[in-house]
């Protein structure tokens, strides 16, 4: 740990310009960029960036590495239990794994591919999902269990702070600018926001049935709420708090991530096995992608430029979807049951 | 070889009349020798020869005819990886040949008898005052009308008596009962297991009357439970006498992969090499109280099951005409929200790492209506029934599911644990002859 801390806390410091603009992060459907990315990705010439996708297998216990470049898996390494959420550093050096069944944030080294240390939740926590702040300072930590948020300090490895929210939180995800983090509350029906320089609740939105995904539009001033039991997707303006639409969107969203431009966002429809793909200019349901048939389970999505994941939880497949032509492009075997999906750019 | 049922021809229909003393050795050969050899290898006269029948499609005028067979042959019995037919019987006997040779021709004869009631075809004529040779409670020609004979074997068979006791499955064991469970002896255990199942009450009825009297020195029914299945109201998977939907999430009997892991016993060591392609059996008789049942709120019995009543569909879809073939998924729930976490389906499988290898069987279960208790309570319930490759999985699942929510509604009195037997290979092969073979 002291190593690790040691090694994470250089790899802290400010990184080129570049770098940071590389750093996409995706976390459960939460996706926190920079709108400068595109720009920085056509500057480097690189249309199709080489990139990791990390997997949790919640049922085998282990994580799947993927090189973005050919979609292949080149590791499956165990982790710890019940693997939910998972996070990558800004820098690409880390990726954080909710330990469901174990409450802890395992902290897997993406250079050994290995475990490198593990940061203990109090019990009954049952974390699911995680975000991190865009320059990967905090971890935020959605402890289904235990109706609170863990932020852990990713320099010490502490858990800073837990901030009770709503009932059975899921899902989490963090502004651009870091301000903010919002917290999809399953079991209350609601999205609590956490004022991340205090670590309080500032707000509580009403979501439907149910929520069990939140992401945010890269310029963070809109939240889209998946609601698994009343089948919509709620649209609310972050500033204001007041839901500006409630848009009917499969049998069973799941999970929802926002296109780096911001111009789409894509919802994992758990019964329908089904994406949906929502037009963020219109607010309205613009295209469904067939993903497989009933036991599919589209469970979490995390999108880039050129490519949406989605991991297939009954499947036991992450799929890969092209944003353009909505077709999917492969479909990759991974573990057992997979749940989380997050993608790291700078591979 | 395909594992389609099979389409009685007209020439195998028309029947050849044969020798009655030789007549249930040499039916076997009837399609063989009645010059349809293409169709015999094509599955399409019985008895053919199959990897194990499973769901098919059903062709409606051939199932009420009772024209359509399924396979008696093959590395597994039928009436496993089978979909379902209407109507049953569990009949469970002991055993009462005298030695190793009279259970060899037990057997002998169970299969013969099996082979010939599942492929149907035109009894033997016999000598003027002669006992008939067939009831002709299936008319002129016994149809075959999906009959499938599964046979099983008890663990109380490896007991002394036939020198068996070093082949016993590793796993089998005679039925404890669980908590809450109110066993009643009369009704439970068994030497040996027929499973009768078949489009039509008078079939599985004709089935059970062939065997019992064509093996009647050899054992003697123990105890009996009849099952049917009720047609989808209005779609999908049947319901049961509590108005869900049953048996549900299952293995798919057509993905091989999946059935080698989860129900067919694999070759090799702990279990003796002769159980191979078999797999082990539960049945359990399990008394539901319906008038006590059906006075809790919908919202209540829901909450018990983990499933949506008039879907069937998991907590989540609630539309009323949402899929019951959506998969239950409990992982963003971890306080039981939405999906209690003592709720039949969730303690059946939880879907944690830790009960992923004891949460998959394949559920094949009828439902029964008796005579009422003393005191004039309907009897009526479940004949649970599933198979699995471990006999512990099952176990730790209703260990799972001692303190379900369903307790007070259920009363289980009666089953037991078996092994199936792997499949009748071909006309020379009978039932065990594996493990009778043995030295």
């Known amino acids: 740990m002291r190593t690790l801390r040691h090694s994470h806390s250089a790899a802290a410091r400010p990184q080129p310009r570049t770098l940071q603009w590389l750093a996409l992060l995706v976390s459960l459907g939460m996706l926190a960029v920079t709108g400068s990315l595109a720009a920085a990705w056509s500057a480097t010439g690189s249309t199709i960036p080489d990139r990791s996708i990390y997997v949790t297998n919640q049922l085998d216990n282990t994580l799947s590495v993927i090189d973005g470049s050919n979609d292949k898996v080149v590791a499956t390494v165990p982790v710890g239990t019940s693997p939910a959420g998972v996070a990558v550093s800004p820098d690409g050096r880390y990726a954080y794994i909710a330990e469901g069944g174990a409450n802890a944030v395992s902290v897997f080294d993406t250079g050994s591919r290995t475990i490198a240390t593990s940061v203990p939740l109090p019990a009954g926590s049952g974390p699911r999902g995680v975000a991190l702040s865009p320059k990967g300072e905090f971890l935020y930590v959605a402890d289904s269990g235990s109706d609170r948020v863990s932020v852990v300090d990713t320099a010490t490895l502490r858990v800073v702070a837990s901030v009770p929210v709503g009932r059975q939180p899921v899902s989490v995800a963090v502004t651009p600018d870091g301000g903010s983090a919002y917290v999809a509350d399953a079991g209350s029906d609601d999205v609590s926001v956490i004022d991340t320089r205090t670590n309080r609740i500032i707000g509580v939105v009403t979501a439907g049935q149910f929520p069990a995904g939140v992401a945010l539009t890269p310029d963070g001033g809109s939240a889209y709420v998946a609601n698994e039991l009343s089948g919509d997707v709620t649209v609310f303006n972050t500033r204001s708090g007041a839901v500006e639409a409630t848009l009917p969107a499969g049998t069973s969203p799941f999970d929802v991530a926002t296109s780096p431009d911001g111009l789409w966002v894509y919802v994992a429809d758990l019964g329908s096995g089904e994406l949906v793909v929502i037009d963020t200019r219109v607010r309205k349901v613009v295209a469904t992608v067939s993903i497989g048939p009933y036991g599919t389970d589209p469970f979490n999505v995390a999108a880039t430029d050129d490519a949406i994941y989605v991991t297939n939880q009954g499947a036991n497949t992450l799929a890969v979807i092209d944003p353009r032509t909505h077709h999917v492009v492969t479909t990759v075997s991974v573990g057992n049951s997979p749940y989380g999906v997050a993608v790291d750019p700078v591979s | ?439």
């Open chain 2, 1 to 439: 070889m395909s594992d389609k049922p099979s389409r009685i021809s007209e020439d195998w229909r028309n029947g050849v009349v044969v020798g009655s003393r030789r007549f249930q050795r040499r039916s076997f050969l009837l399609g063989a020798a009645s010059g349809v050899a293409g169709a015999v290898a094509a599955g399409l006269v019985g008895p053919g020869v199959a990897e194990g029948a499973s769901k098919d499609d059903y062709n409606l005028e051939e199932t009420r005819a009772g024209l359509r067979s399924f396979p008696f042959y093959g590395q597994h019995q039928a009436g496993i990886a089978t979909a379902p037919q209407t109507a049953a019987s569990f009949l469970a006997f002991d055993v009462t040949a005298a030695n190793r040779a009279e259970l060899t021709t037990l057997f002998r004869a169970l299969t013969r008898r099996a082979a010939f009631l599942t492929a149907g075809g035109t009894p033997p004529p016999v000598p003027p005052n002669s006992p008939p040779s067939d009831d002709r409670l299936l008319g002129p020609t016994v149809l075959p009308d999906d009959l499938t004979v599964t046979v099983a074997l008890g663990a109380s068979l490896f007991d002394g008596r036939y020198g068996l006791g070093a082949l016993k499955p590793a796993q089998l064991e005679t039925m404890r009962a669980f908590a809450h469970d109110d066993l009643d002896p009369a009704i439970s255990h068994g030497d040996l297991l027929v499973q009768l199942c078949a489009g039509h009450r008078d079939t599985v009825g004709h089935a059970m009357l062939d065997i019992l009297a064509h093996t009647a020195g050899g054992m003697r029914l123990r105890w009996r439970i009849d099952g049917f299945r009720f047609p989808p109201r209005p779609v999908g998977i049947p319901r049961d006498w509590m108005g869900f939907k049953d048996g549900i999430t299952n293995p798919d009997p057509d993905n091989t992969t999946q059935m080698n892991q989860e129900v067919w016993v694999q070759p090799g060591p702990p279990e003796p090499a002769w159980t191979a392609g078999g797999t082990y059996q539960v049945v359990r008789i399990i008394r539901m109280f319906l008038d006590k049942w059906h006075t809790v709120p919908v919202e209540e019995q829901e909450r018990i099951f983990g499933r949506r009543k008039l879907s069937g569909a998991p907590m989540y879809a609630t539309s009323p005409t949402a899929s019951d073939e959506l998969d239950p998924i409990y992982t963003n729930d971890p306080q039981g929200l939405l999906t209690a976490l003592n709720c039949h389906i969730r303690l059946a499988n939880p879907q944690t790492p830790e009960t992923a290898a004891t949460s998959a069987i394949l559920r094949r279960s009828y439902q029964y209506d008796r005579s009422p208790d003393v005191e004039g309570n309907p009897d009526m319930g479940h004949a649970f029934c599933c198979f699995q490759q471990q006999l512990a999985t099952y176990i730790a699942m209703q260990t799972r599911l001692e303190d379900e929510m369903l307790v007070p509604y259920i009363s289980p009195n009666g089953g037991g644990y078996f092994f199936a037997l792997p499949g009748v290979r071909d006309a020379h092969d009978y039932y065990g002859r594996g493990l009778l073979t043995q030295p």
